[in-house]
């Protein structure tokens, strides 16, 4: 089998399960607990990310107009994603327990969903961001890999770092 063999279905991460039940799909790429009743109906695990940590991330993409034209609006909304994962570091039962009622889950599949997952905080996402961090890193193994279009090296502006909040005194 190699990648011309895959039909790709694009289907919204809470209906993996349905389309695994419905055998409309043969393989399914997603988290808990989304995934959970996949492998409750006999789904294996052939590949999961804790292999590679820190190799997964989650970034936030914006367009030049975006930077020119709404700095405030972009700074804002990075700054409310810091203190929601600070809510969620010091009031982890309450912020479990609204996530899974806005998730349509359970607050115990939410706890689990978080268990294996690293949410930096700021510093963290800082280094993350630096010239050589795990984003730049992660962008050129992807276009080595040939995964994205691109050729050569990902340059040291490829990441931006400013927009994030100030650190706390």
């Known amino acids: 089998m190699n990648a ?4 790709l279905v694009d289907l919204p991460v ?3 399960g349905n389309a695994w039940a419905a055998k409309a799909v043969d393989a399914v790429v997603g988290y808990p607990p989304y995934t959970d009743s996949v492998l409750a109906d006999g789904g294996q ?4 990310s804790r292999s590679i940590p820190a190799t997964i991330l989650d970034v936030l993409v914006v367009n030049g107009d975006a930077l020119l ?3 405030e609006a972009l700074a804002a909304t990075i700054a409310a994603h ?5 809510y969620l570091r010091v ?4 912020a479990v327990y609204r996530y899974a009622a806005y998730q349509n889950s359970t607050s115990s599949e939410i706890r689990a969903a978080l268990a ?12 993350y961001l630096q010239s050589g961090g795990a984003v730049q890193r992660a962008a050129q193994r992807l276009i080595d890999e040939g995964l994205v279009p691109g050729e050569g090296r990902v340059s040291a502006d490829f990441v931006d770092a400013r927009y ?3 650190p706390s005194p």
């Open 4 to 7: 011309d063999d895959v039909v």
């Open 14 to 16: 809470a209906e993996l």
């Open 45 to 48: 695990v052939i590949y999961d």
């Open 69 to 71: 034209n709404r700095e």
């Open 82 to 86: 810091f203190r929601a994962l600070e």
């Open 91 to 94: 009031n982890r039962e309450d």
């Open 116 to 127: 294996g997952v690293r949410l930096p905080a700021l510093e963290g996402a800082r280094a």
């Open 164 to 166: 994030l909040p100030s």
